[in-house]
């Protein structure tokens, strides 16, 4: 027997002839569930915000992870004046060059990695989680466990409705799923949350 992280990963392993393949969900660890807004703040993230809502993402700075995509046909809405991306990878240069040409290099704030307790207390300062994934050929995103950690967190939480992420978030329970690459139905999502 085989195990799948998400129902997408499962049909992955099926089409390579893997069977027979069972689903089993991540969970998130409780320290998730004990972030209180105003108890855990971040004081550079609270000085860089300057007021400002707060969306949020982490993880791997990778194309398909989105960063470069979003940040560059939402640049003109308000509502992403201070997005914040958590993480290292190779994008990190295409995302600063994308602000800069935008004009907005000084919304976007790249906090790199960070250790457990201070990744609870951005989640604490941040308004909005963001995932805002991208389909890349040969690249997939299994489930989405930064999704449901988010969601556990008390933020809410606009994915991509791709791949492994339906399975960590249900549209309108626990999130909202829209479009990958479509700046419209993100914006509207993000004004709606």
Do not use: H
Request: hydrophobic content about 45%; proline content about 5%.
């Amino acid at each position: 027997m085989f195990i799948a992280n998400s129902e997408s990963t499962k049909r992955l392993a099926e089409g390579r002839g893997l069977s027979p393949v069972r689903t089993i969900l991540i969970g998130v660890a409780d320290r998730y569930f004990g972030v209180v807004r105003g108890k855990n703040r971040d004081a550079e993230l609270t000085r860089v915000a300057a007021g400002r809502v707060v969306s949020v993402t982490w993880g791997r700075l990778v194309r398909r992870k989105g960063p470069p995509w979003f940040r560059a046909p939402c640049v003109t809405s308000a509502l992403w004046r201070a997005v914040r991306l958590i993480g290292v990878g190779p994008d990190q240069d295409e995302i600063l060059r994308v602000a800069r040409e935008a004009g907005v290099s000084d919304s976007l704030w790249l906090a790199g990695s960070v250790d457990d307790p201070r990744l609870l207390d951005l989640l604490g300062t941040a308004d909005i989680f963001v995932m805002p994934n991208i389909a890349v050929s040969g690249n997939v995103e299994g489930f989405g466990i930064v999704a449901i950690e988010a969601a556990a967190s008390g933020l809410p939480v606009v994915a991509s409705r791709l791949e492994g992420i339906p399975d960590a978030i249900s549209d309108g329970k626990n999130g909202c799923l829209v479009t990958p690459e479509d700046s419209a139905a993100y914006v509207s999502a993000l004004r709606g949350s």
